[in-house]
């Protein structure tokens, strides 16, 4: 045993991916203070039994305002323009409670299915006004006990078209905006809508998340105008698109060159399987296209990548529940995806968005806040593949939530049931 001194809390026999065999977690004043094996301290004891610790899911794209409408609109629909048409319907009638009430629901499937951070889209713009960020500011203060959440605001159905939502943005990132986004393919003005949405990054420092190119079209997109912006702003690091469909639709060559031009201006891509694989191809009739990009091979090559919700029981996407790890799966799944590749699947999710979101607080080392989830496996191989059950999670060295296993009882001989208790 290796004396130490005192500690709030250890985690006791946690297997970390960058260890060959379990180790014990030191954590004093919410931070870890010790990484080593057999800590000797008193002090509280939480027992992981050599499963899987990780620091937690980070969800780097999702829309909290605008989830859970399934009972509020018709769902055939088989377009993007048809669910921006659907949302920007309702969207008039939500208040502040509405959307806190919606997003809290799945705030809290999140924490519970392992998620620690967040980046949420919030629309702005003439018809919703501020409420849905005022209701996500809410959500921030009031949850912050369990996830770290930012708010990216952005103008969903256009910004240089649609007079009044200039000032709301301003105003937005004057009161907390974290991250500024944009939707040029709604803007009849698509690089003047990105001109200025760099031009608020710059004024207010903040970083650059976008909406792009939500089609298979590869004749046409806004790419190359995102990394000249980016480039010319010295903004390289602090940029990121999600969905950027049309990369699917490229053949090789100019794949290579598309990634080559990512990895130079230092774009981050966003990968949203769900929304990608329902909106994409729908107007084929035979060997539809998958629409889905494939993140493990850009970040094979250079460019920095995330998998993440997007949109949870809505127009966009009727499905989900905010579980980033059957999100994992379901990606590998889709981009066939190979056993080698796993590891990089699992980044996805956890290391690779928290560069994307510039995150310098995350990660289980010394020093860094003591955020983590238990993953019901032995292995971390098994993570993406066997979609363990997450156990339990810690914020600060606080316990967030805990989920008991599943217990079979099979007969036995006595005619007595005994419980078997399955884990990976």
């Not at 297997?15 to 060959?20: D, G, H, N, T, Y």
């Not at 014990?24 to 301290?41: M, T, W």
């Not at 976008?210 to 990394?227: A, G, I």
Request: negative net charge.
């Amino acid at each position: 045993m290796i004396a130490q001194t005192a500690f709030d809390l250890i985690f006791r026999n946690a297997l970390l991916r960058s260890s060959a065999a379990p180790v014990d977690i030191g954590v004093k004043d919410g931070r870890i203070a010790a990484i080593e094996p057999r800590l000797a301290c008193e002090a509280v004891e939480v027992d992981i039994g050599g499963r899987l610790a990780l620091p937690g899911f980070v969800d780097s794209h999702i829309h909290l305002d605008k989830a859970c409408l399934l009972g509020r609109c018709g769902h055939n629909l088989g377009s993007v323009s048809e669910a921006i048409r659907a949302v920007a319907g309702m969207k008039r009638d939500f208040t502040v409670e509405d959307v806190y009430t919606r997003g809290a629901k799945v705030l809290e499937r999140a924490i519970v299915h392992g998620t620690t951070r967040m980046r949420t889209h919030v629309e702005i713009d003439p018809r919703i006004g501020l409420r849905g960020f005022q209701a996500v500011k809410a959500l921030k203060r009031d949850y912050a006990w369990a996830i770290d959440l930012s708010l990216c605001v952005f103008p969903q159905e256009g910004l240089t078209n649609d007079p009044g939502s200039d000032e709301l943005l301003v105003q937005a990132l004057r009161d907390g905006g974290e991250t500024i986004g944009g939707c040029p393919y709604t803007d009849t003005d698509p690089n003047a809508h990105l001109a200025r949405v760099f031009d608020l990054a710059q004024e207010f420092d903040v970083d650059v998340d976008l909406h792009l190119d939500f089609d298979l079209d590869p004749s046409w997109w806004h790419l190359d105008e995102v990394c000249r912006q980016t480039e010319r702003r010295n903004y390289q690091g602090r940029v990121a698109i999600g969905h950027a469909t049309k990369l699917s639709a490229l053949p090789p060559e100019r794949l290579k060159a598309a990634t080559a031009q990512l990895a130079k201006a230092g774009v981050a891509v966003t990968v949203l399987p769900a929304t990608d694989l329902y909106l994409m191809g729908r107007e084929a009739t035979y060997n539809a296209p998958r629409g889905l990009t494939l993140a493990h091979k850009l970040v094979d090559n250079g460019v920095l990548c995330s998998v993440a919700t997007n949109n949870v029981l809505n127009p966009f996407t009727p499905f989900g529940d905010a579980s980033l790890l059957r999100m994992a799966n379901f990606y590998a799944n889709v981009a066939h995806a190979s056993v080698r590749d796993f590891d990089t699947c699992l980044d996805l999710v956890t290391e690779l968005p928290a560069r994307l979101m510039n995150l310098t607080d995350y990660g289980i080392e010394v020093g860094k806040p003591a955020d983590l989830i238990v993953l019901d496996t032995e292995d971390s191989r098994f993570a993406i593949a066997a979609l363990p059950e997450i156990l339990m999670g810690f914020k600060s060295g606080r316990k967030i939530f805990e989920r008991h296993q599943a217990v079979l009882f099979p007969p036995s001989e006595s005619g007595k049931a005994r419980a078997v208790i399955p884990h990976a």
